[in-house]
């Protein structure tokens, strides 16, 4: 099959748009012809091409880099904000994050299809990080709970509206023998965000003096850089769209996903399930002894270590598949998760959280990009949003469960149920039988 590079205009790929690649019938390493998982042995990178960030990857990434660097002035001190300034409990922090999250998982599933529909993934993506934007300073004014959970709900509407688009629009945007890794690079730079963020949420705390609500101000800063990097800098990119003859249009629709997308979806349901919202892992920090004021560093630590194993992560499911960085990076989650449980001095936060951001290294980017080689192009952006709806609606039973067992039983048991769950996601997505595998 062949398929076309969207980004022509970088000089070192200008003469290479049109590729033959391997149909899913010819043998590459470790694959298979009938019945096995052939992403254990994907198409290998060409070699004699190095690999760079098309135009578009390189907008995408910095559009997110800004963006996260906003979110992330105030991520870090929302939930003390909310347990010391508000008086909610653990259960309300989790209602307030699994809400907002699911309300982003259900918009990115209208978004996706819409985005298919229309054929057009940017407006999307713009309207989304602006509205955004706007929201997410206004927690500087809140007054009560019911405040912030309105105004994150706004916030996540906004990732709601841009989350699948884009992510269609990153798969569209780099060659296929390059795909984990260039969701990886994507990656990496919004977690290097996630790490100026609480930076920048730091200096104004400690060296500014800032009180928390004028920190939480700072954030429309890189807000509003990042629309306008969305606006000028992020291209739509060319489709291929096969005509349809009256006799190839079915007299049955067929269904619009393939059946080993949905045998993915279950597991990456099941995981999330155990896999709660991070104010947790702040409020245990918190619980084991890390001062307030190092909070922010905290956070910082785990996003270096998430931006620094992104891309290699992404380039190694390249390499060997999918499916075993998934499994890999679920069960070293269990192992965290196991950690906070039996963590018992501030230095054991530390070290976990350092931890914690390798699970996101090895399964974010082989996650997308598992999708991605799943789904054609033309339904890329509806399988996005089955897949982020997924995740984010499993978010507030997940947030809601933990908070719940957090106020009766404690932390160490609400721990160890999202570890259980973690390791019962790695072993569902273990046996599962994938054969489908797309060349475009």
């Not at 910095?62 to 259960?91: C, K, N, Q, R």
Request: with cysteine.
């Amino acid at each position: 099959m062949r398929f076309r590079l969207a980004m022509a205009r970088e000089s070192r790929v200008a003469n290479w748009t049109s590729v033959p690649l391997p149909s899913p019938m010819q043998q590459t390493p470790g694959a298979t012809t009938s019945g096995g998982d052939q992403h254990a042995a994907p198409i290998p990178p060409d070699r004699t091409q190095p690999w760079r960030p098309t135009r578009n990857v390189r907008a995408l990434a910095l559009v997110s880099f800004l963006t996260d660097a906003s979110s992330e002035i105030i991520a870090p001190l929302m939930p003390l904000f909310l347990v010391t300034s508000m008086g909610a409990s653990a259960s309300m922090v989790g209602l307030i994050e699994g809400s907002a999250e699911s309300v982003a998982a259900l918009l990115k599933l209208a978004s996706g299809w819409w985005s298919d529909r229309v054929a057009r993934r940017k407006p999307l993506i713009v309207a989304g990080y602006a509205l955004a934007s706007i929201a997410r300073p206004m927690v500087a004014l809140a007054q009560s709970v019911l405040q912030v959970l309105m105004i994150r709900l706004v916030d996540r509407v906004g990732k709601g509206i841009r989350g699948a688009p884009r992510d269609a629009l990153l798969a569209a945007s780099a060659p296929i023998e390059h795909r984990g890794r260039a969701f990886g690079f994507h990656r990496a730079a919004d977690h290097a965000g996630a790490v100026a963020g609480p930076l920048i949420a730091w200096v104004c705390l400690q060296g500014m003096g800032m009180p928390v609500r004028q920190v939480f101000w700072v954030a429309a800063i890189p807000g509003a850089l990042a629309v306008l990097a969305a606006v000028t800098l992020v291209r739509e990119t060319a489709r291929e769209r096969a005509p349809e003859s009256p006799r190839e249009v079915p007299a049955v629709p067929s269904p619009p996903l393939p059946g080993d997308f949905w045998r993915i979806v279950v597991p990456m349901l099941l995981f999330t399930l155990g896999n709660s919202t991070d104010a947790f892992l702040l409020l245990r920090a918190s619980q084991l002894g890390v001062p307030t004021s190092l909070i922010p560093l905290i956070w910082v630590l785990l996003h270096v270590v998430k931006s620094a194993s992104s891309t290699p992560g992404g380039a190694l499911s390249d390499r060997v598949g999918r499916r075993p960085l998934i499994v890999g990076g679920w069960l070293l989650y269990a192992a965290v998760y196991l950690g906070f449980a039996a963590a018992s001095r501030p230095w054991h936060a530390w070290l976990l959280f350092a931890v914690y951001g390798i699970v996101f290294g090895l399964s974010e980017a082989s996650e997308k990009a598992l999708v991605a080689d799943l789904v054609g192009p033309r339904k890329r952006g509806t399988a996005f949003g089955w897949y982020h709806a997924t995740v984010g609606i499993a978010a507030l039973p997940a947030s809601v469960l933990f908070g719940a067992l957090w106020d009766r039983f404690g932390a160490p048991t609400a721990f160890l149920v999202g570890a259980v769950l973690s390791i019962s996601a790695a072993v569902a997505l273990s046996v599962q039988r994938l054969q489908s595998v797309r060349q475009t």
